[in-house]
């Protein structure tokens, strides 16, 4: 071709559309006993600070971790953040969790204390692994390139 291009006689346009619904915030702190309506599949935003839901802006500079869940529900991994958070051991004394190195080093810088982070989970019309993982990853792709970096709890690029 004239540009140099490859032909691309069938061409696959993948037309996606993702929503999102951010409910209320819930204080990480809460995480320490079940909480039955977020038992389900989908994303979340942990923030610090508090705020409506709907004056959240998952983009914002406040979100400190975007994640989400699969295979178990926004429940059980926001239970485990407050559990890497205030590093909880097993009776054995081991840790509960395994963090990666940026969130060890957020929860450090925080002296391990869950005041003031605030989970905001998001419901997801149609909860399917892929678009969860797609709608994770749309998320930490808009805030690398509104801040030039994920959120700083994030580990993964």
Same mark, same amino acid.
């Given at each position: 071709?004239?540009? *140099?291009?490859?032909?691309?006689?069938?061409?696959?346009?993948?037309?996606?559309?993702?929503? &999102?619904?951010?409910?209320?915030?819930?204080? /990480?702190?809460?995480?320490?006993?079940?909480?039955?309506?977020?038992?389900?599949?989908?994303? #979340?935003?942990?923030?610090?600070?508090? =705020?409506?839901?709907?004056?959240?802006?998952? !983009?914002?500079?406040?979100?400190? #971790? %975007?994640?989400? $869940? %699969?295979?178990?529900?926004?429940?059980?991994? =926001?239970?485990?953040?407050?559990?890497?958070?205030?590093?909880?051991?097993?009776?054995?004394?081991?840790?509960?969790?395994?963090?990666?190195?940026?969130?060890?080093?957020?929860?450090?810088?925080?002296?391990?204390?869950?005041? *003031?982070? #605030?989970?905001?989970?998001? /419901? &997801?019309?149609? $909860?399917?692994?892929? !678009?969860?993982? =797609?709608?994770?990853?749309? /998320?930490?792709?808009?805030?690398?390139?509104?801040? *030039?970096? %994920?959120?700083?709890?994030?580990?993964?690029?």
């Amino acid at each position: 071709t004239k540009l *140099g291009l490859i032909s691309m006689p069938n061409p696959f346009i993948a037309d996606l559309h993702i929503h &999102m619904t951010f409910g209320d915030p819930i204080a /990480l702190s809460d995480f320490a006993q079940r909480i039955p309506n977020l038992l389900y599949q989908g994303v #979340y935003a942990l923030r610090e600070g508090e =705020c409506r839901a709907q004056e959240f802006e998952p !983009l914002g500079h406040e979100v400190v #971790y %975007i994640g989400k $869940a %699969i295979g178990e529900t926004v429940f059980s991994r =926001c239970q485990k953040h407050l559990w890497t958070v205030t590093n909880r051991r097993d009776k054995f004394g081991k840790p509960k969790t395994n963090p990666g190195v940026r969130f060890k080093t957020f929860r450090a810088n925080r002296e391990f204390r869950t005041d *003031g982070l #605030y989970v905001f989970p998001a /419901l &997801m019309a149609e $909860a399917d692994p892929y !678009l969860v993982s =797609c709608a994770e990853e749309l /998320l930490l792709f808009r805030y690398r390139k509104k801040h *030039g970096d %994920i959120p700083i709890a994030n580990t993964k690029p």
